[in-house]
Every structure is written in C-alpha cells, then in structure tokens.
C-alpha cells in the first residue's frame, strides 16, 4: 500500500480541523443584508423573503403572545436588555420565553441556496433558566455549531449586538434562534467564504515543498 507523503497527511489533517464546526463571528465583511418586508406577521409562518437567495421563516410558537413576529415595525422589549422600538427596521421574534409558559420554542431561517456565514443584529431576554441559542444546520439537517447569547446591554433603546456563524464553504442550510424572547434585525448572509489563512499557509508550504522537490529532482 502507498503511503501518503509527510505534508500530504497534514494538508489533510488540517483540512479535517478546518470543516469540524463553524466559527461563532460578531461581524461578515462583504456579507448581504436581506431586509424582512415590513407586513406585522404574528404566528408560526412561514413566511418567504429575499431575492437573490430566497429565505423561509418559520416559528414553533403559534399561539403563545399571539405567536412569533416576523416584519414587525413596532415595539418589543427584551426584559433586562432594554427595547426596539421599530428604528432598527422590521424584525423577527420569538415572542416566548421558557420561564413563563414552559415551553421551548425556536425561529428558524431555511436558505434555498446554502450560505457559508450567517447572522445579524441580535437581543434576547437575560435571566431565563435555559439559555438564548442561536445554531446553524447543514442540507441532512445535522448540528454544525451551537452558541449561547450571554450579552447584556445595560437596558435602553434599540440595543443588541451582531453575532452569527462563519464556515469554510456553502454549507449552512438553516439558522436557528432559540428562547428567551430572542429577536434579530438585519439577517446577514455570505455565499463565498474568504480564504482561511491557515489553508494559505499550509497551500503556501506544500507548494514549496513541491518546488523543493523538483529542484532536486525527486
């Protein structure tokens, strides 16, 4: 049997780190906002928006509140991390909590064409008993990355930050957002992922072992 050369196994041992899971980011440089239409939606969904990439919203809470929101202009509050009023455009929400009606619930954003990075603007309600999730999927429906919202805002107006997921190709299927009244403004996505530096280097040193080696004449 052939054995593979000494920088061949770990070009692919690294490609092997590099796919295990996405990276948790707070900004996509040179990603593409897709605005939600400003329609007042409460329930479940789902509701279809986008152009170039078409996304589908969906909620698992249907009746608590009145159900999720998606394009809401209005008001919503975030208990402990203040308040949108509407300024930041039309959003989406889970509009529950665990802690008040005992139930999980969770947003999803489906892709018709699968992303490389996702996120957006984010606030969620502190001081649950479970935690604010955000997850992205692939095509099989399998977990890729998971992260925790543990921010706090101090209160106010219009407050939150950006998180979301970065991945080293088109692979993300679906978005998640889970609990804890967790609300997003401004869905950001990437269809072309930038050139990881590690896979840069290590092209760069395979490249040159290969130059090496013809010089050689091996």
Same mark, same amino acid.
């Given at each position: ?53 078409? !996304? %589908?919203? +969906?909620? &698992? ?6 159900? /999720?929101?998606? $394009?809401?202009?209005?008001? =919503? @509050? ?24 005992? !139930? %999980?619930? +969770?947003? &999803? ?6 992303? /490389?990075?996702? $996120?957006?603007?984010?606030? =969620? @309600? ?93």
């Amino acid at each position: 049997m052939r054995r593979l050369s000494g920088p061949l196994v770990l070009f692919v041992a690294l490609l092997m780190v590099l796919q295990a899971g996405a990276t948790v980011v707070t900004s996509i440089p040179g990603g593409t906002a897709i605005p939600m239409p400003a329609i007042n939606f409460f329930g479940p969904g789902p509701q279809v928006f986008g152009t170039t990439n078409l !996304v %589908t919203w +969906t909620s &698992t809470n249907a009746t608590h509140q009145g159900g /999720s929101v998606f $394009g809401y202009t209005g008001v =919503y @509050g975030y208990l402990g991390n203040g308040f949108w009023t509407g300024a930041l455009g039309p959003m989406a929400g889970l509009n529950d909590s665990t802690d008040f009606f005992g !139930v %999980t619930d +969770t947003m &999803t954003f489906s892709f018709a064409n699968p992303v /490389s990075a996702v $996120g957006g603007f984010l606030n =969620y @309600g502190p001081g649950s008993l479970k935690p604010t999730t955000i997850a992205v999927w692939d095509v099989h429906g399998t977990l890729i990355e998971s992260f925790n919202l543990t921010f706090l805002t101090g209160g106010g107006a219009d407050t939150g930050a950006f998180y979301g997921f970065q991945e080293t190709g088109a692979i993300i299927k679906s978005f998640t957002l889970t609990d804890n009244y967790v609300g997003i403004v401004n869905l950001t996505t990437k269809s072309v992922p930038e050139p990881s530096p590690l896979l840069l280097i290590v092209s760069g040193v395979l490249g040159a072992v290969a130059y090496g080696r013809r010089r050689l004449g091996l």
